[in-house]
Every structure is written in structure tokens, then in C-alpha cells.
């Protein structure tokens, strides 16, 4: 059995997956906001109702924020900032008595959607998370993609490509740069766009609505953001080249990105035809949990 933890900032879930990806439970506790010692407890808590209630012992997973830095071994860049300079895997390993595998969140979407999900058993596989940030992850054959500084599908950070000059230098971001790929495509990048250009704040649903009702400047920023998102993934289709690119988070239920972004991408990515399929997760919001009880493989 395998037990997989997605560690977010409001709420912790746990599952537990038989071997052939069947879920046999499932828990969720509420996050200890700003308190390191009891949301290892909690996690703790929840491996423990899970076996309770399966009868069975399991292997621990952990889908994170941010990631264990392979330079120092401890957290780094989770935006639930206590968690950041813990030696995360470690702690939570003496609390359950096992070894426990961390991952952060994006690699586990992306695992969870290449091994049964919309890109299983495709090769490359690129996973975006679209939500209240922007993160990205990257599995090949069924691996997690880690890289020796643990940021290897991170595409949020990187700048929005082919700038047009009222893009130029881009919103501030909290990493410290400008014009980051996340200031765009996350829902909040969408909601301060349309606010700049209406004087009118609502949240990414609201304009999506209002752009199903016929509203043109909703219409225009959706069409801005999709443009933007052909932009951005065009660049890792120049570098990776993945077989399946799959949208996961809250804007991937905008169901017209999966025809809108393939059709503009193709002027932007260096070749003279695109084929790569953009799929919505196959797991919805569960992908995250169980991508992090696949850390453990079928190796072990
Ligand atoms: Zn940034």
C-alpha cells in the first residue's frame, strides 16, 4: 500500500492507493498555519487514521511546497514559509518510523498524470500547475525529473517570452524579479490583469463568466492570458519537447485553453507543426495526493 500526503497551505490530504492505483481511503486535516512542529504532527496523525483504517502499513509520500534543496538538504522556496530551512523529510521520518519521499507539489501532479492519468504512458511529460501560483514539474519514463538544484520544470520564474512593450518590464514579483511567467498565467495574474485594464477586481472564475456572458473586456483579458500561455509554454516546447503537456490547478478549468493555446502556439515554437496534445488532469484536484504516494515506484 502506499500513502501519499499533499501538504498544502490550508489543508492537509491523505490517501492511500493500492498497488494497482485504487483508492482504499482518504483523509484531510486542516493545515497548522505557521506552526512546523504540529504540521508534522498532523501529518503523522493523518498516516496513522489511514492504516487504521486500511489495516495496513504503507509507504509515505509527500507532495510540498517549495523543495528539499539538494544543496543543504533542508526546504526551500515553499511560499508556507515555515516550512522553509526545516529538515522537512527527516523530521517527518523519526515522527513515522519509516523513510518518507518528498517531492514538491507540481512533480507530484506531473507523476500522478503520467502514471495513470492523461498522459500515461507517455514519454516526456510536462505537467503546469495554473492555480494561485505557477509551478511546473517533468517526468520522463515515469521518473520525476529532480535536476542537482531540485528546479527543473520550473517555469513560473522564468520571464514571459516575446515580450510586447506594454509588457516590458512586467508585474513585480515575490521572487524578486519581474515579469515572471507567474505573474501572468496564475489566477491572481489574471485578476490583476483585467483590474489594470477595467479598474474592476474579480477573481479568475468571475472573469471567465463575465467573458461567457459576452463581456468584451473579460473576453480581451481571456484572450491576452491565452495568448500569454502560448507564449510561455511555446519555450518549453523548444527545450523539452514533451510527448503530453497536461494543465492542472484552478485555471485548468478554463476548457477553452485546450483548443485556444495548441492553435497559438504553433507561431512560436520553433517548428513547422506542433502536434503536442494540451490535456486537462484526469484526476482533477486528487493529483497532487496521489502523485505523492507514486514517489514510491513499483522498484522497491
Ligand atoms: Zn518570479
Same mark, same amino acid.
Given at each position: 500500500m502506499r500513502i501519499g500526503i499533499d501538504l498544502g497551505g490550508t489543508k492537509i490530504e491523505g490517501i492511500a492507493l493500492a498497488n494497482?492505483?485504487?483508492?482504499l481511503a482518504r483523509q484531510r486535516l486542516a493545515t497548522p498555519r505557521h506552526d512546523y512542529d504540529a504540521t508534522l504532527r498532523t501529518i503523522a496523525e493523518l498516516v496513522a487514521r489511514l492504516e487504521r483504517e486500511t489495516g495496513e502499513m504503507g509507504t509515505v509520500g509527500v507532495g510540498m511546497p517549495g523543495t528539499l534543496s539538494p544543496a543543504t538538504g533542508l526546504v526551500k522556496?515553499?511560499?508556507?514559509?515555515?516550512?522553509?530551512?526545516?529538515a522537512f523529510d527527516r523530521d517527518l521520518a523519526a515522527l513515522v518510523g519509516r523513510e518518507v519521499r518528498c517531492a514538491n507539489d507540481a512533480n507530484c501532479f506531473t507523476l500522478s498524470e503520467a502514471t495513470d492519468g #492523461? #498522459?500515461?504512458?507517455?514519454?516526456v511529460v510536462f505537467g503546469v500547475i495554473v492555480g494561485t501560483g505557477t509551478g511546473g514539474g517533468i517526468v520522463v519514463h515515469g521518473r520525476v525529473l529532480t535536476g542537482p538544484n531540485a528546479? #527543473?520544470?520550473?517555469?513560473?520564474?522564468v520571464p514571459l517570452p516575446w515580450p510586447r512593450d506594454e509588457e516590458r518590464p512586467g508585474p513585480a514579483c515575490y521572487c524578486g524579479k519581474?515579469?515572471?511567467v507567474e505573474t501572468y498565467l496564475s489566477g491572481p495574474g489574471l485578476t490583476r490583469d483585467y483590474h489594470a485594464a477595467t479598474g474592476t477586481e474579480i477573481d479568475a472564475a468571475g472573469i471567465a463568466a463575465r467573458a461567457a456572458g459576452g463581456d468584451a473586456q473579460a473576453e480581451a483579458a481571456l484572450e491576452r492570458y491565452e495568448d500569454r500561455m502560448a507564449r510561455a509554454l511555446a519555450t518549453v516546447l523548444n527545450v523539452l519537447d514533451p510527448d503530453v503537456v497536461v494543465l492542472g490547478g484552478g485555471?485548468?478549468?478554463?476548457?477553452?485553453l485546450y483548443d485556444s493555446v495548441p492553435r497559438l502556439w504553433q507561431e512560436w515554437?520553433?517548428?513547422?507543426r506542433v502536434t503536442t496534445p494540451l490535456r486537462p488532469p484526469a484526476?482533477?484536484?486528487?493529483s497532487g495526493v496521489r502523485g505523492a504516494a507514486w514517489l514510491w515506484g513499483g522498484d522497491e
Open positions: 494497482d492505483g485504487r483508492e522556496n515553499a511560499n508556507s514559509t515555515w516550512l522553509n530551512g526545516r #492523461a #498522459a500515461k504512458n507517455a514519454a528546479i #527543473a520544470g520550473e517555469w513560473g520564474h519581474n515579469g515572471c485555471m485548468s478549468r478554463l476548457v477553452r515554437a520553433f517548428s513547422d484526476h482533477g484536484d486528487a
